[in-house]
Nanobody, 128 residues
């Protein structure tokens, strides 16, 4: 049974940093795309960042580009999201996601429907 478990969220102030971690179990994702999505109250889940299996391809939403960095450690079957210069509009529940199939597509990395496995989500709150 595949499980994704997020950690590292919390309450911070504008301009602070946080590092989210996502540990996967039940399947090795070394060749699979993994991503981060977020959902604020009253909004739809939105793409934040994605990374290819080897880490050579990384993509970000325009709203976080230049502030967030996605990375992964395949030896630990984990993916990370370093969030710097946080803003109140970054407040949301953040979800880790993994694709069951190997490969990375520049046409679909940002689609929630592309990902088969999801974590339960972790709250990030940025106060002004």
């Amino acid at each position: 049974q595949v499980q994704l478990s997020e950690s590292g969220g919390g309450l911070v102030q504008t301009g602070d940093s946080l590092r989210l971690s996502c540990a996967a179990s039940g399947q090795t994702f070394s060749y699979n795309a993994m991503g981060w999505f977020r959902q604020a109250p009253g909004t739809e889940r939105e793409f934040v960042a994605a990374i290819s299996g080897g880490g050579g391809s990384k993509d970000y939403s325009d709203s976080v580009k230049g502030r967030f960095t996605i990375s992964r450690d395949n030896a630990k079957n984990s993916v990370y999201l370093q969030m710097d210069s946080l803003k109140p509009e970054d407040t949301a529940i953040y979800y880790c996601a993994a694709d069951r199939e190997s490969g990375y597509s520049s046409y679909s990395y940002y689609l929630a429907s592309k990902y088969d496995y999801w974590g339960h989500g972790i709250q990030v709150t940025v106060s002004s």
